[in-house]
């Protein structure tokens, strides 16, 4: 590794959003799992449960796109570029960030489906009704833009 205080700076940011990504990727998992274990008793369930769950996921995602914004000025970096450790790593951490951003989008689709069909059947009360389609619109919403500002990033 080389000696120099910003190539060195460039590999702690570095590390510290490959962490990030990978925390964000193993959270999913989980609320995904407990997702799939709510799925059968939505019809029982009342909204602030699911509207719990959405809070998570995205507070799951923030943690992640903050980790994502701080390497901007490493991925700017002519000398980090050049450095073959950091473009090892970033080439890691990009394969990570994908595998991330495709459980969102999947993830995404599953809920749209799931919350439309409960929106539709169950007995909720309208105002619980608008609460979680404005919850689902803000998660899907939140979930496009960040892909869009990777792929425009890409």
Excluded: H
């Excluded at 073959?84 to 595998?99: E, H, V």
Aim: hydrophobic residues 40%; aromatic residues 8%; contains cysteine.
């Amino acid at each position: 590794m080389a000696k120099n205080p910003e190539v060195m700076k460039y590999a702690t940011d570095l590390t510290k959003a490959q962490d990030a990504v990978r925390f964000a990727n193993e959270e999913l998992i989980k609320l995904s799992q407990r997702f799939g274990r709510m799925v059968p008793k939505f019809q029982k369930m009342d909204s602030k449960g699911i509207l719990t769950w959405f809070a998570q996921y995205n507070r799951i995602k923030d943690s992640a796109n903050r980790a994502n914004d701080g390497l901007q000025p490493l991925l700017e970096s002519e000398e980090a570029a050049g450095n073959p450790m950091i473009s090892t790593q970033l080439a890691y951490y990009n394969a990570q960030k994908s595998r991330y951003y495709f459980k969102i989008e999947v993830m995404d689709d599953i809920l749209n489906g799931v919350v439309e069909d409960l929106l539709d059947s169950a007995a909720l009360d309208e105002s619980q009704k608008e609460e979680m389609r404005a919850a689902l619109d803000e998660t899907i919403g939140r979930s496009k833009n960040v892909i869009e500002q990777c792929e425009a990033g890409a």
